[in-house]
């Protein structure tokens, strides 16, 4: 299995971005997906998470309102991150991830995933 980000950037604080990581080597229907993040001095933190089905989705508080995560329709073997109205304390490196199906309270956990990508800088400036 590989994943890879891609759609990461500079921006200025009210910006947006939009991050995509396509997954392969493998079907994805029953995975789940989600979007982790580690800021500089920081450790990984939970953004995002979109259920097998694409029925669910959890944020962060921290995102919110902000982010929308979705995954497309037909293989669902590719999750999006639209970040909307940036700052710069969500500067971080953003890594995808997924993994089969896992309990609804697991999905805010790193070690609930199997597979993860490599990354991909997003920076945002004041």
């Known amino acids: 299995v590989q994943l890879q980000a891609s759609g990461g950037g500079y921006v200025q604080a009210g910006g947006s971005l939009r991050l995509s990581c396509a997954a392969s080597?493998?079907?994805?229907?029953?995975?789940?997906m989600a979007w982790f993040r580690q800021g500089p001095g920081k450790e990984r933190e939970f953004a995002a998470a979109i259920r097998w089905s694409g029925g669910t989705t959890l944020y962060a508080d921290s995102v919110k309102g902000r982010f929308t995560i979705s995954r497309d329709n037909n293989a669902k073997n590719i999750v999006y991150l639209q970040m909307d109205s940036l700052r710069p304390d969500d500067t971080a490196v953003y890594y995808c991830?997924?993994?089969?199906?896992?309990?609804?309270?697991?999905?805010?956990?790193?070690?609930?995933?199997?597979?993860w990508g490599q990354g991909t800088q997003v920076t945002v400036s004041s």
């Open positions: 080597g493998r079907t994805f229907r029953d995975y789940d």
């Open positions: 991830a997924v993994t089969p199906r896992v309990a609804l309270s697991a999905l805010r956990v790193p070690s609930s995933y199997r597979y």
